[in-house]
């Protein structure tokens, strides 16, 4: 059987068969993704007013004398899904962030040459001292963990995530 | 579409024009009738024929729109033209082997009837059928039409060798099977021969 040409099969007299999408179309959905998008933007403000501030737990996280100058360790905090990074880039000071690059939530190092948190992913960097960006995709600071000292324990006290 | 069809019984036609009128009332084109009443033979005969778009199983006038502007929906009705699409090519016009398309000139945009497409679309039936006091034009059901008339309605017209398959039914004399419509017969012009060649 001989085939029908091309224009026929796109110019179909059945309404049914039209596959072009039609300014009505168009405007229908130009009209249903905005009202989405409004909607979405008011449950996230909504969602926002009633989020309490959360409470973070006390925990021992290390000992004093465990990590090395220019040494690291890994944690969770404050739940078990948080992974952390500890660093201590001098006698005395100590830091905490989260592990997850603000960009894609890859897992940051510690680079001890450069002291700085390296993202392997799409080499991000943070800086060792307080976490901010120094080079690469991500936007936002690492989010640090808030540290006390009693004795020669270390505990995590809370998240302080930046900009808030 | 629910069990109806439509039915032209050019015999029962009288002539009222009350389904002219009754078309014209509609919202979707007011004061501008989609449906004529034809007189056969105006010299010799008061006989009158209501001309209603025949919704073509293979519509010419779809066929032959460049601006894909026709359109067949699924229950077999042929829209008038889109006006967003029709460019007033006047195709559909003289393609139609019915006559049935109009050219709005006004309007740039070709209307035709959509057998009253906002009325039989939910269950009405057409204005024209609810008026029509002979029931020359008749939406009713297979069996009541069985019932009721003595003619038989047929869907298939010759055109020449050409076939046409139509939605909507003409009813014919019992035994025809088609209406067979020698277009030449149907040509009032006589044929300028001059006298010197004959």
């Not at chain 1, 449950?43 to 021992?60: A, H």
């Not at chain 2, 109009?102 to 497409?117: G, I, Q, S, V």
């Not at chain 2, 039914?169 to 149907?186: I, K, L, N, S």
Request: some cysteine; glycine content about 6%.
């Amino acid at each position: 059987m001989k085939r029908d040409p091309l224009w026929r099969e796109e110019l179909s007299i059945f309404s049914a068969d039209e596959k072009y999408v039609n300014r009505r179309q168009f405007a229908k959905f130009l009209v249903l993704t905005s009202a989405g998008m409004f909607v979405g933007n008011l449950w996230i403000l909504v969602k926002g007013w009633l989020t309490k501030t959360p409470v973070y737990p006390l925990r021992s996280i290390a000992k004093l004398g465990e990590i090395p100058i220019g040494g690291s360790k890994l944690f969770n905090y404050p739940t078990a899904a948080d992974p952390c990074i500890l660093v201590r880039t001098g006698e005395t000071e100590l830091a905490a962030f989260s592990q997850k690059c603000t960009h894609l939530s890859c897992s940051v190092y510690y680079q001890r040459e450069s002291n700085r948190f390296e993202c392997p992913c799409h080499q991000g960097y943070f800086a060792a001292k307080d976490g901010r960006v120094l080079q690469g995709p991500p936007q936002r600071p690492l989010p640090r963990i808030l540290l006390q000292q009693k004795g020669d324990e270390l505990f995590a006290v809370g998240v302080d995530l930046g900009e808030a | 579409m629910f069990g109806y069809e439509f039915y032209i019984d050019p015999e029962r036609c009288i002539g009222c024009q009350a389904c002219i009128n009754a078309c014209a009332e509609c919202d979707t084109h007011r004061g501008v009738p989609m449906i004529t009443v034809d007189f056969l033979d105006r010299a010799n005969s008061i006989a009158t024929v209501p001309a209603i778009c025949m919704h073509c199983d293979d519509p010419t006038c779809a066929e032959v729109c460049p601006a894909d502007a026709i359109k067949k929906g699924e229950d077999g009705v042929v829209q008038s033209a889109l006006k967003p699409r029709c460019v007033a090519c006047n195709n559909c016009v003289l393609a139609c082997p019915f006559g049935i398309p109009k050219m709005m000139t006004k309007l740039e945009l070709m209307m035709k009837c959509d057998m009253c497409y906002d009325r039989t679309s939910v269950g009405k039936r057409p204005m024209c059928a609810t008026v029509c006091p002979s029931q020359a034009l008749a939406y009713v059901t297979p069996e009541t039409i069985a019932r009721e008339r003595r003619e038989k309605p047929v869907n298939v017209f010759r055109f020449g060798n050409e076939t046409v398959t139509t939605k909507v039914f003409m009813m014919v004399p019992p035994g025809e099977t088609a209406v067979t419509v020698d277009v030449v017969d149907f040509m009032w012009e006589t044929p300028e021969t001059p006298e010197t060649w004959r």
